[in-house]
């Protein structure tokens, strides 16, 4: 469950069950039990019980269980007035030297009577963390006080002036400060008073504010009211905002800014780092949705279940138009809403999937993250604003081009995406480009991530020909990541033998064979289509190698790599010879080395079949949205779901007898089998508790597959077109419960 920014964890939920069920505890108890259970803690180690005390009612509700009756506040007893008898009028020198002082615990009641008394606005009532400070004469004694407290979620003239995205303003937000109060009592007539105790106020609030909460304020801000002009704040350096507020009060009031250190504006729009495997597990019964899409870090809770309701409506019906996923009036408004958003990033979506590929992850030996770009439409994006073209001239047809990052683990279940970035462009060519250099060291980093939160867990990154630049192979080089790259021949990599300089692919044509291999090569398609062949036999020649750098980076070292090359034997006359060459982070010139490398190269090829259902899914080009970044929030959704489909296919294939109820909701599975016990066309085979290649061949039945000797198992098309009819028969039939229990 998500109550603000913070999470709380399935096994905090099951504690306070108990708790409320056994008595006999406070709210203040429960609040500080759910601190320590929570580890909610401020910068200097203290427990957030503020923050409890209001997450309790809202955690209460959503689990319709009641708390104890609530104590209520101590009564407040008038505390005594200490204010100048006299009326002051004189020069600010007359007043001696005027300071600021923080208030003593045992003075707020006198602070909060002088407010009562004098302030417009009454006394501050802001919960949450709090600085005050008197006005001290040393002739006339207290002339007022100033109040700073904790900054509100949303401001917009605030954050707009500050320029930071939603995710910064999270994870940056205890930084700012508000002028909560300012008051110079009525009798105190002196010129140049109020910008003089701002400017002492500003100059100590940084180190008092970070002494008793550990975090240095970077920036303060307050509101004035319509009818002053704010001269004490423009004198004492504050800029006014070109934008004004009504907020709840409906009085539109101008807001001023006060920097606090020079980078302020740095420190706070800088983008947190989000490392996966931080947040706590889905609970135990949480539907696929709320695993997968559950646990983003959206600050507004309404936004993250809408976009939980909206990833179980694109499963529910995968690769339908926008207007058949949302039937409803209500339910299509808010999800073209939620894609218009200029606050909900793909980013954001795609984040909740990575906790749960972590927690997949972990239970894996080894994970091949294998990543990839592919270019998926190639029209009907014309009206789509936002759209780039960095193939140059605008030559090419608009499309998106899509580079994902999909953890396998070692069996071949995709266990989901660790990376995923999109944009839309002019042509396929312009895949090729330097700009998509940066996703791939981005995708490496992700890898790292993924790593870091698996440390258990060997992970290896697995890339194509377009991975093969000295960046990148500089990064893998000594990482905790392996990484595993095919050499493309065109950059004629060269290599330090002693004191002179080969080519890297002649250095390993004179290398003796270690070890023979036999593979089978699949049919593939395109500009270099092949027919399947069976059988190949392949000779592989492994040495370690200094990779040398290329001309434009003299003075750079060389890299230590492991180079493999696998070349075929007898090829078939008038074909082209497969001939690979690998390139690796780790191992030693070693027979079993090397053809571990090659046998994790062969499973490249999985990534292609990811895409393969992706495109077989999406309806990028039957979308017609005004922006790019809307149609870039579906691709989070289609990208998601797809590794669901994907991941009945491969498991199919690779662990036929996995039962299907471990990879498809059991609803979906009874409506399947009960379909095929009524309609005696399809002669369905499979058990009462059927594997997960009985639910795929028959799931393929829908759509007119029929098993055969030579293809038993359905491919990814069949298999999409039968699900997409098999999901609606599940919707009929939930209906259906429905009515039943109502």
């Not at 529910?316 to 207007?323: F, H, I, T, Y």
Request: proline share 6%; net charge positive; aromatic share 6%.
């Amino acid at each position: 469950m998500k109550i603000g920014l913070r999470h709380v964890s399935a096994a905090a939920i099951v504690w306070l069950r108990s708790a409320l069920a056994a008595g006999g505890q406070t709210r203040a108890s429960l609040a500080r039990e759910l601190c320590r259970r929570e580890n909610w803690r401020n910068p200097k180690g203290d427990l957030c019980l503020a923050s409890a005390r209001v997450a309790l009612p809202r955690i209460a509700s959503e689990l319709d269980l009641a708390l104890p009756p609530s104590r209520g506040a101590p009564r407040r007893r008038p505390a005594p007035r200490d204010d100048p008898d006299l009326a002051v009028a004189c020069s600010l020198g007359d007043l001696g030297e005027v300071e600021v002082t923080p208030q003593a615990a045992g003075e707020a009641p006198l602070a909060r009577a002088m407010l009562a008394t004098w302030h417009p606005e009454g006394e501050a009532r802001t919960p949450g963390a709090r600085v005050s400070y008197w006005i001290h004469s040393p002739r006339l004694g207290r002339l007022g006080l100033l109040v700073f407290s904790a900054a509100g979620w949303h401001q917009k003239a605030r954050d707009t002036f500050i320029g930071w995205s939603q995710s910064a303003r999270d994870a940056h937000l205890d930084k700012l400060v508000v002028n909560d109060r300012f008051l110079l009592l009525p009798s105190v007539r002196v010129e140049g008073l109020a910008s003089h105790v701002l400017a002492l106020a500003v100059r100590r609030l940084p180190g008092d504010w970070q002494a008793k909460y550990g975090v240095r304020p970077l920036l303060a801000y307050t509101y004035v009211a319509p009818e002053h002009a704010g001269t004490s704040y423009l004198a004492a350096g504050w800029q006014c905002c070109p934008q004004r507020t009504s907020g709840r009060t409906g009085v539109r009031r101008s807001v001023w800014m006060k920097p606090l250190a020079d980078d302020w504006r740095n420190v706070l729009c800088r983008e947190p780092e989000v490392r996966p495997g931080t947040r706590p597990a889905a609970a135990g019964d949480a539907d696929w949705a709320e695993r997968e899409y559950g646990r983003g870090r959206f600050s507004d809770v309404r936004v993250g279940k809408r976009v939980v309701m909206m990833g179980r409506a694109w499963n529910d019906r995968p690769g339908a138009p926008l207007p058949v996923i949302f039937p409803g009036e209500a339910e299509q408004k808010a999800a073209y809403r939620l894609l218009s958003n200029p606050r909900v990033k793909m980013d954001g979506i795609v984040a909740a999937h990575k906790e749960a590929v972590v927690e997949r992850c972990r239970g894996e030996a080894l994970v091949l993250a294998i990543q990839d770009t592919s270019f998926l439409d190639d029209g009907g994006l014309d009206a789509t604003e936002g759209l780039i073209d960095i193939g140059g001239g605008g030559s090419g047809a608009l499309g998106l081009g899509a580079h994902a990052g999909v953890a396998f683990s070692a069996g071949g279940r995709p266990l989901g995406l660790f990376h995923f970035d999109a944009d839309f462009r002019a042509g396929e060519a312009s895949l090729r480009t330097g700009v998509e250099s940066a996703r791939w060291l981005d995708g490496y980093d992700a890898a790292v991530a993924l790593k870091g939160a698996c440390a258990a867990t060997r992970v290896v990154m697995v890339c194509d020909r377009e991975g093969d630049f000295r960046d990148l192979l500089a990064r893998g080089a000594g990482g905790d990541v392996g990484l595993l790259v095919r050499s493309n021949r065109s950059h004629r990599r060269r290599v330090l033998c002693g004191a002179a300089r080969e080519n890297l692919w002649e250095h390993m044509a004179g290398r003796d064979v270690v070890a023979t291999k036999s593979i089978d090569i699949d049919a593939c398609g395109g500009p270099r289509r092949r027919r399947a062949r069976k059988g190949v036999a392949l000779d592989i020649r492994a040495a370690r190698v200094a990779l040398l750098p290329p001309g434009d980076r003299k003075g750079s070292s060389p890299l230590s790599m492991l180079a493999v090359r696998v070349t075929e034997r007898h090829p078939p006359q008038g074909r082209e010879p497969l001939d690979w060459l690998l390139v690796c982070s780790e191992g030693e010139a070693t027979a079993e080395a090397a053809l571990e490398i090659v046998s994790l190269y062969e499973r490249r090829w999985w990534i292609e079949e990811y895409f393969k259902a992706l495109k077989a899914g999406t309806r990028i080009k039957d979308r017609r949205l005004d922006q790019a970044d809307d149609l870039r929030k579906c691709l989070a959704f289609d990208a998601i779901t797809a590794c669901l489909v994907m991941d009945i296919e491969r498991t199919a294939r690779e662990h036929p007898d996995t039962p299907a109820r471990e990879v498809v909701p059991e609803d979906v599975i009874k409506v399947l089998r009960m379909h095929m016990t009524v309609d005696k066309r399809y002669r369905s085979r499979a058990p009462p508790e059927p594997s997960i290649a009985d639910f795929a061949v028959d799931t393929a039945r829908l759509a007119g597959f029929t098993p055969k000797k030579r293809q038993p198992l359905p491919g990814t098309g069949k298999l999409w077109q039968g699900y997409l009819i098999l999901l609606n028969f599940v919707e009929n039939y939930r209906i259906m419960m429905q009515m039943e229990r109502e």
